[in-house]
């Protein structure tokens, strides 16, 4: 909004009448603006946005209900007409033979014992208690008039408000540690000394994202220093809001709740939500780049976390295992190898290399059957497989742009044979056929690596990217709602390419709060090597 409260009940017609025509022009555009944010919050239903269904104004919803109650007497009446089963249209041919049961009316008891639901008028209220040691005072002033846009004098102007923040400050390198801050943040108003308005400074406040219902706002009890150290308690040490609570209070004598806690680390995601799309063109523009995907609970929905990972960059989604998902994300700009595991959605993008590491440990499997041919068939890849492994692993200590292929076309040629008789004769080992056939349809993923001895060998890198949040996953049992699964994915890769830059992403975060809640754009992410 860019008329507060104050400054409209300062407007009245006669103020109006007096303003010049540039001026005029100015408020108009700003009330136009104000007018269409309000009308669109006024118009936002359970039906068309994400407000939960006890938001609506209970004669709203009645008259609702009634609406659809209208609609399926409508459509049951035509069917009933159809059958011939009743009369429509004529209520004294109702049915006489159903008796109507009495309405009991409601002794004085059971109409006293209604009453609305919630804090009822004239109970006391409740808030924060806690006496803060004050460390510093800092005051806000309007810089412009919000009626004529003119600048204000820097006199000093009148009190009309403030808040608390309660914040960490790092140590530096000569003297190492966190120290606690309280600051308190004084509001002023100043008047106008061309058209006489009295302008209030208001705090920043707007909604992150459109995907969720999180608000950014300057006005907040928890700094950025803080914010960032509640994150990387949750998700970093995988500590509770409960346990977080109870570290705070315990080691720096601060006192937050559990809801405080659990509303800082929801608006320090919400406010990433520009990071995803440099994420996402960082790796769609990488040389090389790892996928790989876990399961992963969202309430009661079993959904997929993924994961894009290059040099420099890493990238989580919450979805659903389809090709849609992986095609939507990287769209047609990805150009650069792909490394995955034998998922059938990764097959249709053709420059792409396979994981030996799955292929070998399968291999190694099968070699410990106690069926014979599948025994037989298991050492012979195990064999081969180990035999191109470090063949690869000497060609890489020898000049650049060596190819293998010609050189071992001889254990190709036996493992391709011994692949196609196993999938013919091992019709009763499920788990020896099914290696043959996966070897045989993903042929030239597998030994691509052949012809370019420098790429990896292994999917390594995005499993260990994965481990870290898989052992959330089992503590905390994923996410509840899609936009937690949203803000999860958005920290976790803010933090994970922070980490592969040798930056700290805890100053990353700490910036961008602090950034963010001033009403100015999401600082650009660290390059590789920042040295913080």
């Known amino acids: 909004m860019h008329l507060s409260d104050h400054d409209l009940l300062q407007l009245d017609e006669e103020r109006l009448m007096r303003l010049e025509s540039g001026t005029l022009r100015t408020l108009a555009v700003k009330l136009m603006a104000d007018l269409k944010q309000a009308r669109e919050q006024l118009n936002r239903t359970p039906q068309n946005s994400s407000l939960p269904p006890g938001s609506q104004a209970p004669w709203k919803k009645r008259a609702a209900e009634d609406d659809e109650q209208s609609d399926v007497d409508d459509i049951v009446d035509r069917k009933e ?44 209220g409740f808030g924060r208690t806690q006496v803060l040691p004050i460390t510093g005072t800092i005051v806000h002033s309007p810089p412009r008039c919000n009626l004529c846009d003119a ?23 000569n003297a190492p540690g966190i120290s606690v801050s309280y600051m308190l943040h004084h509001h002023e108003e100043k008047r106008c000394d061309n058209c006489d308005h009295l302008t209030r400074y208001t705090p920043y406040d707007a909604r992150a994202t459109e995907f969720c219902d999180q608000v950014i706002s300057e006005w ?7 914010a960032a150290l509640i ?3 949750a998700l970093r040490f995988r500590l509770s809001r409960k346990r977080i609570a109870e570290f705070l209070f315990d080691w720096l004598a601060i006192e937050l709740s559990v809801g405080t806690i659990h509303q800082t680390i929801a608006e320090s995601s919400a406010l990433l939500a ?51 998902i992986f095609f939507d994300l990287l769209g047609a700009g990805f150009t650069g190898w792909l490394m995955s595991d034998g998922y059938l959605v990764y097959r249709d993008y053709k420059q792409r290399l396979r994981c030996w590491a799955h292929l070998i440990r399968k ?3 099968i070699a410990e059957s106690l069926d014979a041919k599948a025994q037989s068939f298991g050492k012979e890849a195990l064999r081969l497989l180990t035999l191109m492994q470090d063949a690869v692993y000497a060609a890489r200590e020898g000049p650049p742009g060596l190819s293998l292929t010609s050189e071992l076309s001889a254990e190709l040629e036996q493992l391709k044979t011994a692949c196609q008789c196993a999938r013919d004769v091992l019709q009763h080992h499920k788990t020896g056929r099914a ?57 976790a890769s803010v933090i994970d390419t922070c980490r ?21 754009d999401l600082p650009p992410l660290p390059t590789a090597n920042c040295g913080v």
């Not at 992963?296 to 919450?318: A, Q």
């Open 435 to 491: 290696l043959a056939v996966e070897f045989l349809n993903d042929w030239d993923a597998i030994f691509r690596v052949l012809d370019h001895p420098a790429m990896p060998l292994t999917n390594n890198t995005a499993e260990r990217t994965l481990r870290h949040w898989v052992i959330l996953r089992k503590i905390c049992l994923g996410t509840r709602t899609a936009e937690g699964s949203k803000l999860f994915a958005l920290a």
């Open 500 to 520: 592969q830059r040798g930056c700290s992403p805890w100053r990353y975060l700490e910036s961008a709060i602090a950034s963010r809640r001033n009403g100015m």
């Open 151 to 173: 600048a204000l004098a820097a006199a000093e102007g009148k009190l009309c408000g403030g808040h608390y923040v309660i914040d960490v400050v790092w140590g530096q390198a």
């Open 231 to 233: 994150v990387c308690l």
């Open 220 to 226: 907040r009890l928890v700094g950025p220093g803080l």
């Open 274 to 324: 520009p990071a995803e799309e440099m994420l996402v063109n960082e790796i769609v523009q990488s040389k090389l780049l790892h996928a790989d995907e876990t399961p992963w609970k969202e309430g009661r929905t079993c959904l997929w976390l993924w994961v894009f990972t290059s040099l420099t960059t890493t990238l989580y989604f919450v979805g659903d295992r389809s090709k849609k």
């Open 363 to 365: 291999a190694r499997g």
């Open 81 to 124: 007409d159809a059958s011939g089963n009743k009369e429509s249209g004529d209520p004294d041919k109702a049915d006489e033979s159903v008796p109507t049961p009495p309405t009991a009316s409601p002794s004085g008891e059971e109409v006293a014992a209604k009453r609305q639901a919630g804090k009822q008028t004239g109970t006391p």
